[in-house]
């Protein structure tokens, strides 16, 4: 059974930054294309980020040049960097790992941004 634990969620101020990771517990992690995505009160799930094995990564165009995403294969970990946040970043951030045809989630981090 793989899990996701999602980390780093909070409370911030317009403008602030927050860094989200994942730890992901399976052996096959470098292979693994993960991803960030989030899901505001009453909205449906949306993808924020994705990045692949090989490092090619991709960006909703809402989070373009203020979000980075990035992973550490030594520590089976992905990252979520997001700067100049603002209030309709708001949402539950959820890690998501494909490897095949198997895919899995964390279990969310809330990330509230205040105005």
């Known amino acids: 059974q793989v899990h996701l634990v999602e980390s780093g969620g909070g409370l911030v101020q317009a403008g602030g930054s927050l860094r989200l990771s994942c730890a992901v517990s399976?052996?096959?992690?470098?292979?693994?294309?993960m991803g960030w995505y989030r899901q505001a009160p009453g909205k449906q799930r949306e993808l924020v980020a994705t990045i692949t094995s090989g490092g090619i990564t991709n960006y909703a165009d809402s989070v373009k040049g203020r979000f980075t995403i990035s992973r550490d294969s030594t520590k089976n970990t992905v990252h979520l960097q997001m700067n100049s946040l603002k209030p309709e970043d708001t949402a539950i951030y959820y890690c998501?790992?494909?490897?095949?045809?198997?895919?899995?989630w964390g279990q969310g981090t809330q990330v509230t941004v205040s105005s």
């Open positions: 399976t052996s096959t992690f470098m292979f693994n294309y």
């Open positions: 998501k790992r494909k490897w095949g045809i198997f895919d899995n």
